[in-house]
């Protein structure tokens, strides 16, 4: 694809929400010589205390980025381990050994806190290519008149951008400005989270799963929706619990993140059964808060004129395949291509509407996978892949999500792809929407073969 460096223009972005998606594209968007601004509803007082996985798919961005990964503290993972309920003996690992020489880059557990502020500074900060995106907080979107271009926030505040990014999270005001109805229930599914000091539990004499450096979880085979998650983040220091069960055991769908912690007991009370081991680390968590988990159909839709949206006000999804984080970075790429002096003539709308074909059929991919995830392990990228364990069964073996499917896949290939026929150009890639023509995936299926 040849330059359009003639009629490629700095454009005025505003970005509303400065989580994870939101700062992921403030970092691409600066990069790609545009003048960005964050507004923030919160002062990030609140930010939340688990764990966030960072697969190759996404690191690979913060690499092209030149994010300081580092700040992040990370656990690089070496295996999934999934364990049986009552026993904890591993029923289906997945090895990551290989993982880095074969997709690139590591796949990465991060502290959401350290996570966040390390593409904070990314995309702040002086250091980097373009010019530091603003960060405006206790700005909270009301409304957007779109034919105009100008938000306007809670606080009377308003302001004007040649692009503005929906990237507000689940409760998306953008979402509904653009006209996005959600179709939504809470989950069947609810989930508590705890945090475990390794230096305390190892102190209390239980077994230090820091060392595994490996996401672990407990069930999943069974078809119920009790699963325990471990991760280790914090270079293993600390040991995120994510804590599910049926809903009809405790109902959590109306709280937030800001309200109190759990009582102890609330979180052991579901789980009579447990391995005792898991269970002991549980006694002693702390910071116990419900996570309201709701499933969301996908959207028809990303983008409307010059707004768009991105990560979970976009395409929210059940956690069961660790990707939310990574499909808001992959958005934030997205982005930044589209946008960037090889591939933006000047029409926002239009390149717009590229984001959203590129974007839509791989992240309503990720959420059915993820929703199929939440009741049976075997449909979880990685262990997808362990066809030759005794309780492995999937709704539908083509159908399914595996991990060459996630890494192998190539943005650049798919938005030159998703341009040539907007532009009326023959397309001669040997690609079709981002996967090599001819790859054979795990599933069975054949790049390019129907
Ligand atoms: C239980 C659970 C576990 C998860 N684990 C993982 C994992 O291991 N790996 C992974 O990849 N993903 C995981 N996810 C998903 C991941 O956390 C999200 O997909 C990701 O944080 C999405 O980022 P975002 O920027 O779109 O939204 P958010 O991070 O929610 O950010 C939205 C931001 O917008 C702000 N905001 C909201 N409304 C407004 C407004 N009107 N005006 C201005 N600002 C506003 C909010 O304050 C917030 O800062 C998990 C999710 C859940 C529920």
């Known amino acids: 694809m040849g330059s359009l460096a003639q009629s490629w223009r700095p454009l005025s972005v505003g970005v509303i929400g400065g989580g994870i998606g939101g700062m992921s594209a403030a970092i691409a968007l600066r990069r790609a010589g545009h003048t960005v601004t964050i507004y923030e509803r919160a002062d990030f007082a609140g930010e939340v205390g688990a764990s966030v996985s960072c697969a190759a798919n996404g690191t690979r961005w913060l690499h092209e980025w030149e994010v300081d990964v580092a700040k992040g503290d990370p656990v690089v993972l070496k295996k999934l381990i999934n364990r049986d309920w009552k026993t904890g ?12 020489e074969k997709w690139g880059f590591v796949y990465n557990m ?33 409304d957007i008149d779109v034919p105009s271009s100008t938000i306007t926030f809670k606080n009377g505040n308003t302001a004007t951008h040649d692009l503005i990014i929906g990237a507000d999270g689940i409760g ?27 230096e305390e539990a190892v102190k209390a004499g239980l077994v230090d799963y820091s060392q595994n450096s490996a996401l672990e979880y407990w069930g999943g085979q069974e078809g119920k929706w009790d699963k325990i998650v471990l991760s280790p983040c914090n270079g293993g220091k600390l040991l995120s619990y994510y804590c599910f069960f049926p809903r009809e055991k405790g109902d959590y769908s109306g709280h937030t993140w800001g309200a ?23 006694s002693i968590g702390q910071e116990i808060k419900p996570w309201r988990l709701w499933v969301h159909d996908p959207y028809p839709y990303l983008a409307r004129n010059n707004i768009c949206l991105l990560g979970d006000a976009g395409h929210p999804m059940m956690p069961h395949q660790s990707q939310g984080a990574c499909m808001a970075i992959e958005d934030a790429a997205a982005l930044g291509i589209i946008f960037s002096q090889s ?18 059929p791989r992240v309503t991919r990720v959420q059915s996978a993820a929703a199929k995830a939440a009741y049976n392990i075997n449909e979880r990228i ?39 026929v907007h532009r009326g150009h023959e397309y001669c890639g040997k690609f079709l929407n981002g996967l090599p023509l001819g790859m054979k995936l795990p599933n069975g299926v054949t790049v390019g073969e129907s």
Do not use: W
């Open 110 to 142: 991060f502290h959401r806190q350290y996570m966040h502020s390390m593409l904070k500074d990314a995309a702040i900060g002086e250091s980097g290519v373009g010019v530091p995106a603003k960060l405006v907080v206790n700005h909270q979107c009301q």
């Open 382 to 420: 990685g262990f997808s892949t362990n066809t030759n364990i005794s309780t492995y069964k999937v709704e539908d073996e083509k159908k399914k999500l595996t991990i060459e499917e996630m890494n192998a896949y190539d943005l650049y290939r798919d938005i030159e792809q998703k341009l040539a």
């Open 343 to 360: 591939y933006f003539d000047g029409d926002v709308t239009a390149a717009l509407k590229v984001y959203e074909e590129v974007r839509l």
């Open 89 to 100: 003996e591993p029923v289906s690992v997945y090895d990551l050994d290989d993982y880095e």
């Open 172 to 198: 998306s005001a953008v979402r509904g400005i653009l006209g996005i109805k959600p179709a939504k229930r809470p989950a069947e599914q609810q989930c508590l989270h705890a945090n475990v000091s390794t």
């Open 260 to 282: 109190e912690d759990r009582p102890v007991e609330e979180l052991l009370e579901p789980y009579p059964e447990l391995d005792r081991q898991v269970f002991a680390h549980l």
